[in-house]
């Protein structure tokens, strides 16, 4: 059961798109979402697309009117001036309100460290971003500013094998209970339409980041829907 006093938060449904989609297939998949019933209420969608999607989303979004945020997959440590292949915080403001930071994937294979990973949140919020901070366990560090998590074990990222909602909640507890500054904890890790509902009922999880099932449309409305 959810606590009283988090009734009214909205729940947090973020798409991790990683490294997929062309202009046209972000496209379709925008076209794919908007054909079916969109009553969405008391929760916040997402979308987290590739750097090179955002200009387009954002145009399509707002011509269209769907209730969709844009968050961005990652966010240079620096600020703007010469480094090369990087975007920075003040561009990303300009479609985005989000950024992921410390994605197991980015950690992994580009190293990013604790270090490196404050300065992006520190960048963020520099920019007036929202991080969503990701951590694999409830021991990681979390930047100082950052209020939302999501905890995503990583042998359950892309496996197909969810953690269980069970130790899911406990990590979202002690996360919170050892970060006073953070007030929403997020599960991602082979989220799907059938398993969504048993982590967004759970009292401290507000919220559910998805990759893999969000690529496709009907899933990921499937996914809000259930949630
Ligand atoms: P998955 O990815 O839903 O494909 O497991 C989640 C994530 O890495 O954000």
Redesign the pocket.
Known sequence: MKKFNCIMENLLIVA?W?SNKTISEAKDWLQGFTNYDLRITNKEIIVCPPFTLLGILRDKIREVGLPIKLGAQDISPFEQGARTGDVNGKQIKEFAEYVLVG???RRKNFNEDDAILSKKVYMAIENNLIPIF?VPNAISSIPQGVSIV?Y?PIE????GN?DSPENADEVAKKIKEDNARVTRVLY?????ADNVDLFTKSENINGV??????LDPLEFLKIIQNA
């Open positions: 991790n990683k994605h197991s994937e990701c999501a995503e359950a990222i892309g496996t969810p991602g890790g082979s989220v799907n980041l998805v990759g893999k099932e969000s």
